[in-house]
């Protein structure tokens, strides 16, 4: 495959539109299946940020996350602001300032405008912003120590923030109140099946993931346990490190990624390990959520690892190459071997997200960058 120039984003440059691709749909034509494009993604766009003051480093980036109809994305900065950037144009939209309370765990709500977010200073609030003239809507208060994740109901206004106080809280973003509250032992992470009738905590000090229903949460209906299921996983990845929890979209699989050797791969209705999907070039350098103590070398990720649309392949980020999965295969002893995504240069993909409408691709360091399909000529 030839080298593909990839379109670096600066300040005054001109930016012309990326040829992003929709996904297959129920409705309206057809245009291209992930497992048709998924070998042939390549680094396209670099955003370099702009008005960053000189001689001070350049920021992290803490989170992506995109909206529901896939054409803005948003990352949250170790600078204390919100980058939200168009998709369709490939361009950097605009630049919001939290610098009172910092800023991770970006979420988009259900509106492009509307977003929530967790603070890293001040309070460990999480907050309600309308991106449409910066203003707060709602402040929701509770948590006593850091929030280490942010997971948005699928289809309703309701939320999950996991936090170091030791709960999970369940919100409303009518209501500055939690609905529900879970006191549990180092709840990390959270997420929702793609019906909404089903959210998962994962445990790593206790090597568990629990289900709830979401209709009757008094107690999980089912446990998972890493430690049993780990299969040929070391035993440190089933207590330290978990980065991600996520269903795939097909309802199927759990997706439990790590920072170690390879993430696990969970049948979503008996709870058994599918597969661990190994990594060959080792883990991303940032530390799992819960871990870092806030310094640049021990940053916490926000993910390193995702589901495309489809829930057929897993896609994530290694010491240099994004690697991908076809949970398809049959796996060899358990574990399955990934194909590698090259890019030049040494951008370490250290966050990844895949747009929920569009067959593109977002990874992230320091610099964010789009990844599009791109031909074999």
Request: proline share 6%; charged share 25%.
């Amino acid at each position: 495959m030839s080298s593909t120039p990839m379109d670096i984003d600066e300040p005054g440059a001109g930016t012309p539109s990326l040829n992003v691709t929709r996904l297959l749909g129920p409705n309206g034509p057809s245009t291209s299946k992930v497992s048709e494009v998924i070998k042939n993604f390549r680094p396209t766009k670099f955003f370099q940020r702009d008005g960053v003051q000189e001689g001070r480093p350049q920021p992290h980036v803490l989170s992506i996350d995109f909206d529901d109809p896939g054409e803005l994305c948003m990352t949250s900065e170790s600078d204390e602001t919100i980058q939200i950037y168009n998709v369709r144009e490939g361009r950097h939209d605009k630049s919001l300032l939290s610098k009172k309370y910092g800023v991770k765990h970006a979420k988009f709500t259900h509106s492009s405008s509307g977003i929530i977010y967790a603070s890293t200073k001040t309070n460990d609030a999480i907050r309600y912003l309308a991106t449409h003239d910066n203003t707060f809507i709602r402040y929701f208060e509770g948590h006593d120590a850091s929030v280490t994740n942010i997971a948005l109901h699928p289809g309703s206004d309701n939320f999950l923030s996991c936090s170091l106080d030791t709960t999970v809280r369940l919100w409303d973003l009518s209501s500055k109140n939690w609905v529900a509250r879970f006191n549990l032992t180092n709840p990390t992470l959270a997420a929702w099946d793609p019906a909404g009738l089903v959210f998962a905590i994962a445990l790593p000090a206790s090597a568990s993931i629990l289900l709830y229903d979401y209709r009757n949460y008094v107690k999980p209906f089912k446990i998972i346990d890493v430690l049993k299921e780990k299969g040929p996983a070391d035993g440190e990845a089933c207590f330290r490190g978990w980065t991600k929890l996520e269903f795939s979209n097909d309802g199927k699989h759990i997706l439990l990624g790590t920072r170690t050797n390879g993430h696990f791969l969970f049948d979503a209705i008996d709870g058994n390990l599918k597969a661990y999907l190994r990594k060959p070039q080792g883990g991303t350098r940032r530390a799992a959520p819960g871990e870092g103590d806030g310094t640049s070398a021990a940053l916490e990720s926000s993910g390193d690892c995702c589901f495309t649309p489809d829930g057929r392949y897993v896609v994530s980020g290694a010491a240099k190459d994004l690697l991908v999965w076809d949970t398809m295969q049959t796996p060899n002893n358990k574990i399955l071997e990934p194909n590698c995504l090259p890019q030049e240069g040494k951008k370490e993909p250290v966050l990844v997200q895949y747009n929920p409408r569009f067959n593109m691709i977002a990874t992230a360091d320091k610099e964010l960058m789009f990844w599009l399909p791109v031909s074999d000529s």
